[in-house]
């Protein structure tokens, strides 16, 4: 008996549901499996499962073990393909945690070719909150940048910078008075991200503040673009995230010269004891892919 085994093994039971099926699965016997889970439970010293003839139910001590072991039987075998696979041939789960307008109106868009180019490579995209702390479970944390997160346990990269600015639908704009000055925004009808009501206070270079107003708020970035596009009001996004749209002339850009602060987004992911090469992979993907086009 060794623990990788009857941890495996374990575990395949629990995805299976029962010891036939999971026997099944690993090509061997529901005696020899049954053998493996009593000497796991006898290592630990905890019962793991409740069995009868006719179910199988796990204990909450089998639960948490049955998370923690999902996810060291992931690394471990990942640590293995990334030691034994040429650099373009890594395989294995990739678990990325992104907020959710950088995930569905950014990341998205990218991971079509990056998984193309990188057949083997499984991805998870987890959507996180604004301000939430890197998860030692997801594998690269992106957000902005965390200030006052200093963690010996993270490497911190830099992905791309944004700077929000002003767009519109053509429909919106050719039914309004040209907009000349940043003042006339406040008289229009802005659509607005996030739970701060129909009313929100901006803070723009050159220490232009404006207080924007509109009939449309919603926490949901694609609802947000769908209703600019759709001619409803004047959004304030960064470029990366209305890529597609700009590129098809569905927005425009709204006095540009008009910006906000830049930031940059950054990359999370832990400090490990492997090269961690889907990761990598992954990062200089999205560096290459987010960079500004060359004039």
């Known amino acids: 008996m060794d623990w990788i085994t009857c941890t495996k093994s374990f575990v395949t039971v629990v995805d299976q549901g029962s010891l036939a099926q999971a026997a099944t699965q690993l090509n ?23 069995r009868t003839t006719r179910s199988l139910t796990v204990t ?15 690394d471990w075998h990942q640590m ?24 569905s109106r950014v990341l998205v868009h990218y991971l079509a070719e990056f998984m193309k180019r990188y057949p083997n490579i499984q991805v ?28 010996s346990s993270y490497i911190a990269t830099k992905l ?35 739970v701060y009501g129909h009313e929100q206070v901006h803070m723009f270079e050159n220490d232009i503040q404006l207080r924007l107003r509109g009939n449309f708020t919603t926490q949901n970035p694609e609802a947000l673009v769908a209703a600019a596009v759709a001619g409803m009001g004047i959004i304030l996004t960064g470029e990366n995230t209305i890529k597609r749209e700009l590129g098809k002339g569905l927005l425009v850009p709204v006095l540009p010269e008009l910006k906000q602060a830049t930031g940059t987004a950054y990359a999370y992911y832990p400090k490990l004891d492997y090269n961690h090469v889907k990761t ?3 990062i200089d993907f999205i560096k290459e892919k987010a960079k500004p086009p060359t004039t």
């Open 28 to 50: 061997t016997s529901s005696s020899a499996l049954s053998k493996r889970l009593s000497w796991l439970e006898k290592q630990l010293g905890v019962q793991l499962l409740k």
């Open 60 to 74: 909450d001590a089998g639960e948490l073990f049955y998370q923690r072991s999902t996810r060291l039987l992931d």
């Open 80 to 103: 293995l393909a990334e030691t034994t696979s040429a650099y373009g041939e890594v395989s294995g789960v990739l678990r990325i945690g992104a907020p959710l307008a950088t995930g």
């Open 124 to 151: 998870e995209l987890h959507t996180i909150t604004a301000g939430q702390l890197p998860d030692l479970n997801l594998d690269v944390f992106i957000t902005r940048e965390l200030t006052d997160f200093n963690s």
């Open 160 to 194: 791309f910078n944004f700077q929000p600015c002003f767009y519109a639908a053509p429909s919106y704009l050719a039914s309004k008075p040209l907009i000349e000055t940043a003042e006339q925004l406040t008289q229009h009808n802005c659509l607005l991200f996030g």
């Open 280 to 282: 990598k992979l992954f």
